[in-house]
């Protein structure tokens, strides 16, 4: 099955201030078409240095885009590179210049003379028309291989492919699909999560099996070629019974889903409503469940009590509760969704305490409370790291809980 490399050309990609947003179009196109790409590769204006990439990319690679260095300037070297690199010679074509006169003219402006360095095709290629710049793309056959010549700026490289080479491709591409399963698992490292799994995805080449960690958050991605997506299908299922039930009920989603919006979810087919109380989290709870669309269906509201004297005020916390236990504890955790639930009506409430850091010397300490229908509770945690992680994994390790307990039920 084909496999393509992209090489984004210009030295600007190298710096801080520029970032190569044509290789992820040009990964979605391509992976649509069942093809994979296995190399993306920046490289500067250096004419020898582009010319070895490009012949290493041939030499592993059956279709090869190279983007960018099309233009008209000393520093735009792709078309010698690849003429370079194919070993053939560069042609100047008459229609091509004649074609940029008149696109100048259509603008009202006289072409300049080094605009000529565009009108040069390599010998053999087929010239892609570009309606949305000055730059010409290439087609060329060598080998066997496909090697493309693209424009560099997203609006024309964008508007050229799915019209000038995407049709192309279909012809020449054999049947081919990728299918791709995306799981989300909570409540487990990345390190506990492959040692449990990797027994069983090791066995298989195919589906290729990709795991990927974030605060408090796994995700599992699953990717199967085959000449059709039936045949596809049939693997990743077959792998996917054998990993679901060593991930229990920490697979939270099996295509994609983030934490906030399965807890919705669950939420929304209860009939029920959720209500916050935050201190430590500073409202970010709050925020992660009203990020999802239609999430005043099941959100109550919330409450910021990062004082003492708040969460007496408006949670209806005991200052007694508060001397005795402190504010970090699980007493007052428990206290603060049960004042959330009370004052907002909902079926469900969560709070979080804690001690997000940077000082002191119980950073990363955390009690999430939870009161439900069934009751009051809450658990206590111990998060390590720096101060914004630390938030994020007790903002996730909530939903978790509450997710965990509407299951439960």
């Given amino acids: 099955?084909?496999?393509?490399?992209?090489?984004?050309?210009?030295?600007?990609?190298?710096?801080?201030?520029?970032?190569?947003?044509?290789?992820?179009?040009?990964?979605?196109?391509?992976?649509?078409?069942?093809?994979?790409?296995?190399?993306?590769?920046?490289?500067?204006?250096?004419?020898?240095?582009?010319?070895?990439?490009?012949?290493?990319?041939?030499?592993r690679s059956t279709i090869v885009i190279v983007t960018g260095g099309l233009g008209p300037t000393e520093d735009d070297?792709?078309?010698?590179?690849?003429?370079?690199a194919l070993d053939r010679e560069l042609i100047f074509n008459q229609d091509v210049c004649d074609w940029l006169v008149e696109r100048f003219k259509k603008f009202g402006r006289k072409m300049a003379e080094n605009n000529k360095r565009q009108a040069y095709v390599l010998d053999g290629a087929e010239i892609l028309q570009n309606d949305w710049g000055t730059a010409p793309g290439q087609w060329i056959v060598h080998n066997g291989a496909v090697v493309m010549l693209l424009p560099g700026p997203p609006r024309e490289l964008?508007?050229?492919?799915?019209?000038?080479?995407l049709p192309k491709l279909q012809e020449?591409?054999?049947?081919?699909?990728?299918?791709?399963?995306?799981?989300?698992?909570?409540?487990m490292g990345e390190s506990d999560l492959d040692h449990l799994i990797a027994p069983v995805y090791t066995q298989y080449q195919n589906p290729v099996t990709t795991?990927?960690?974030?605060?408090?958050?796994?995700?599992?991605?699953?990717?199967?070629?085959?000449?059709?997506?039936?045949?596809a299908d049939v693997l990743l299922q077959e792998l996917a019974s054998k990993i679901d039930p060593l991930l229990g009920e920490r697979l939270y989603s099996k295509s994609g889903e983030p934490l906030e919006q399965v807890v919705g979810n669950l939420l929304r087919q209860r009939k029920a409503h959720l209500s916050v109380a935050e201190s430590a989290t500073g409202g970010m709870i709050g925020e992660r469940i009203t990020s999802i669309p239609g999430s005043s269906d099941y959100f109550a509201g919330g409450f910021l009590t990062y004082t003492e004297e708040m969460k007496t005020k408006l949670l209806g916390v005991p200052e007694a509760l508060l001397r005795e236990h402190t504010a970090v504890s699980e007493q007052v955790a428990v206290a603060m969704a049960e004042g959330a639930r009370r004052n907002t009506g909902s079926e469900y409430a969560v709070s979080v305490t804690g001690y997000a850091g940077?000082?002191?010397?119980?950073?990363?300490?955390?009690?999430?409370?939870?009161?439900?229908?069934?009751?009051?509770?809450?658990?206590?945690?111990?998060?390590?790291?720096?101060?914004?992680r630390i938030r994020t994994l007790a903002t996730n390790t909530a939903l978790d809980l509450l997710r965990r307990r509407m299951l439960a039920e």
């Fill in 1 to 59: 099955m084909a496999d393509a490399e992209i090489v984004a050309v210009g030295t600007e990609l190298l710096t801080p201030q520029k970032i190569d947003t044509n290789s992820l179009y040009l990964t979605d196109q391509l992976n649509a078409l069942g093809v994979e790409v296995v190399r993306k590769t920046i490289v500067g204006d250096e004419r020898a240095l582009l010319t070895e990439t490009i012949r290493a990319a041939l030499a």
């Fill in 77 to 84: 070297v792709t078309r010698d590179a690849v003429a370079a």
């Fill in 158 to 165: 964008k508007a050229m492919f799915p019209v000038r080479c």
């Fill in 172 to 187: 020449l591409l054999p049947p081919q699909v990728i299918r791709t399963l995306f799981y989300r698992v909570a409540g």
């Fill in 211 to 231: 795991i990927l960690a974030a605060a408090s958050d796994i995700q599992i991605h699953f990717r199967a070629r085959c000449p059709s997506a039936e045949e």
């Fill in 358 to 388: 940077p000082a002191g010397d119980q950073v990363g300490l955390m009690f999430i409370g939870l009161a439900t229908p069934r009751g009051s509770e809450a658990v206590r945690y111990q998060f390590a790291t720096d101060r914004q």
